[in-house]
Structure formats: C-alpha cells, structure tokens
C-alpha cells in the first residue's frame, strides 16, 4: 500500500510540473498575441495568475446638436 501511494504521489507530483509547463507556455502565446499583458499577471507564491481584463466603455460618438429654430 505504501508504494502505491508514493507512486501516485510521484505521478501527481510530475502531472502538476507538466501542468504549470502547458500552463506558461498558454501565458507566453497570449502575450506574444497582445492579448494579456504583463501588467495582467500577478505573482504568487506558487507561480502566477491573470487578472481579468475590463474593457472600458466606449465613448458613444455625440453628434453637435443643431439648433431647433435654425
């Protein structure tokens, strides 16, 4: 029983290492792209995480209105 568990442990263990490696390469092609940038990214003690991206409204485009009697 014991070795079973350690297996699993290791095999966890390299999951997670292939996990963070996809997990880098997926930031590295969206930044590359533009569509995160680095000030997205925070540090965290075990690794990195992306802060949602909030688009800003934009601006309707308000026409000069004309005078009603002119």
């Not at 997990?23 to 965290?44: F, P, Y």
């Not at 802060?51 to 409204?57: D, F, G, L, Y």
């Not at 485009?61 to 004309?66: A, K, L, N, R, T």
Request: proline share 6%; no cysteine.
């Amino acid at each position: 029983m014991d070795e079973l568990l350690r297996e699993l442990a290791r095999l966890n263990e390299l999951n997670n290492v292939r996990n963070d490696y996809a997990k880098t390469l997926a930031l590295l092609r969206a930044l590359k792209a533009g569509t995160v940038t680095l000030d997205n990214v925070t540090m965290t003690d075990d690794g990195w995480q992306v802060a949602p991206v909030i688009e800003e409204p934009k601006l309707a485009e308000v026409e000069d209105p004309q005078p009603a009697d002119a």
